[in-house]
């Protein structure tokens, strides 16, 4: 397993949730990370990346729903992602897949298919 998340659950909307993912990959400070959720019966969507733009730095990248509410973290020692999620919605109920893609070069990677390594989803669900 390359990819694994954890850190899914129930809270209450206005609670906090934080997600973290497992990366099992070399030289992860050349992996841009995202995060991504999906409902049944829609796609796939963006939620959060950290892309790799040289050296060790990292530029953010927030889906407009998510904007000021989530925030998205590394730890390239320990090789894990985070996903601190505040103010919860009920319309944040998904299944939330961590994502790493090696980049050869800086740039955004803010759309799943940038994305070849996939974590098995955790569920989140906020309660109205």
């Known amino acids: 397993v390359q990819l694994q998340a954890s850190g899914g659950g129930l809270v209450q909307a206005g609670g906090s949730l934080r997600l973290s993912c497992e990366a099992s990959v070399d030289s992860f400070r050349r992996y841009s990370m995202g995060w991504f959720r999906q409902v049944p019966g829609k796609e796939r969507e963006f939620v959060a990346a950290l892309s790799w733009s040289g050296g060790i730095a990292y530029s953010a990248d927030y889906a407009e729903s998510v904007k000021g509410r989530f925030s998205i973290s590394r730890n390239n020692a320990l090789r894990m992602v985070y996903l601190q999620m505040d103010s919860l919605k009920f319309e944040d109920t998904a299944v939330y897949y961590c994502?790493?893609?090696?980049?050869?070069?800086?740039?955004?990677?803010?759309?799943?298919?940038?994305?070849?390594?996939w974590g098995q989803g955790t569920q989140v669900t906020v309660s109205s």
């Open positions: 994502a790493a893609t090696y980049s050869s070069e800086p740039g955004r990677r803010v759309d799943k298919s940038q994305y070849d390594l």
